[in-house]
């Protein structure tokens, strides 16, 4: 057995079978995995599983979709159990001869290919497996928070409406009402900087829906020792506009600008005119809205990272946390400022003095700790 292996959502073992195993004529090893009590969840999700998801195109897309994990069902004690299969390979960032953000051109073309057949995919088959709730919205353990009915029920326009009330009320100011004590006020981006980017109102081409995979990044592509590319982590799969999955896979990759000139274009001709009508137009709504989705989960993500960790506000080791926390929340903050209407971002050492004071005070109030020292811009223990 190897792991766990890296994952937000879920805890994951790879594991060798033995050969009387009634899967190991289909497999080689099988990815177990245990979901992650207490996790947050950034994104919309529309499936209740990636079991479900993989299960659904395994019967019906195989032809379609040939590189996504094989899932079986074994009667475990009464009781059906999905198991996946485990990708041999190595994932997409770690291919030896990239250079940089580049991408070699043999993966890129794979890429292209999976959009292709994802629009391909007739989404009225998935559909009637999840889908959306009232947006209240209520919190399902077992999936985490619903995509609201207008993001779903609508056209492309409809759909950016909801990806951007879910961020911005739910995924961000949810939490932030809970512990976060407003973080994104205390760096400079007022409360009416987030409402006025939920009330823009782009008007978007209507595109068909389409099956979306919605985290198209290089640690989800998996490289086989033939070279051929699998797409694997379907958690937040859902049904929308297909130029989101394309404006999250560009976010995501930070392709060197010629190549991403070049997919785009490429992408335009894989999906088709229809799924591509309006796109380039549309394109740039999509990735401000990325921008600032980013901003607001890498907030959650540095709060969440510095209160569970064992280091104390104040010593060395807290100020190294703090430099690289700042960087990370810096850069966003950065990217985020123009769709925001922010004129201008902290600095770093400004984004380092809000956490230091945030992390102290939420540590002394969970833990009742000493208070720290006061923040210098570089840490009381810093250089």
């Known amino acids: 057995m190897e792991g766990p292996l890296k994952g937000y959502h879920h805890q994951t073992y790879a594991v060798r079978l033995d050969p009387a195993s009634p899967f190991a004529k289909d497999f080689g090893r ?8 207490g996790v947050y969840w950034y994104d919309m999700r529309w499936f209740p599983s990636e079991d479900l998801v ?11 979709l040939p590189h996504i994990p094989h899932v079986r069902n074994l009667n475990v004690q009464g009781q059906w159990t999905a198991f996946l299969g485990f990708i041999e390979g190595v994932t997409l960032d770690r291919m030896p001869g990239s250079r940089g953000a580049r991408v070699a051109e043999k993966y890129v073309g794979q890429i292209v290919e999976l959009f292709r057949s994802l629009v391909a995919v007739d989404p009225r088959l998935l559909e009637t497996f999840g889908g959306p709730f009232p947006c209240g919205c209520e919190q399902h353990e077992a999936t985490g928070p619903q995509p609201t009915r207008a993001a ?9 409406r909801g990806l951007t009330h879910f961020t911005v009320r ?13 973080l994104l006020t205390e760096l400079g981006v007022p409360r009416s900087a987030l409402a006025a980017f939920e009330r823009r109102r782009p008007q978007l081409t209507d595109r068909p829906r389409a099956l979306l995979h919605g985290d198209l990044h290089r640690k989800n592509f998996i490289v086989d020792p033939d070279g051929a ?8 799969a859902l049904i929308g506009d297909p130029l989101y999955d394309l404006a999250t896979h560009l976010h995501l990759m930070a392709y060197p600008e010629d190549q991403e000139e070049n997919l785009i274009g490429r992408w335009e001709k894989a999906v088709g005119e229809d799924a591509a009508a309006g796109a380039r137009e549309d394109l740039p709504h999509y990735r401000a ?6 901003l607001c989960t890498d907030v959650i993500r540095a709060a969440t990272r510095l209160l569970e ?16 926390t700042s960087a990370l929340v810096g850069k966003v903050l950065d990217a985020a400022r123009e769709p925001l209407g922010v004129e201008k971002a902290p600095s770093r050492p400004a984004v380092e003095g809000v956490f230091h004071d945030w992390w102290r005070q939420a540590r002394e109030a969970a833990h009742g700790g000493t208070p720290a020292t006061t923040h210098s811009g570089q840490g009381s223990s810093g250089p």
């Open 30 to 37: 099988l990815k177990l995995r245990e979901p992650r009590e």
């Open 54 to 64: 993989l299960r659904l195109l395994d019967d019906h897309y195989r032809d379609r």
């Open 152 to 160: 779903v029920q609508g056209g492309s326009t409809a759909f950016l």
């Open 170 to 182: 739910h995924a961000y100011e949810d939490r932030q009402r809970a512990s976060l004590h407003d």
């Open 229 to 236: 590319l699998w797409t694997i982590d379907w958690e937040l």
């Open 289 to 294: 809205y990325k921008r600032v989705q980013s």
């Open 309 to 324: 960790s064992p280091d104390v506000p104040g010593t060395r080791a807290a100020y190294t946390r703090l430099r690289g």
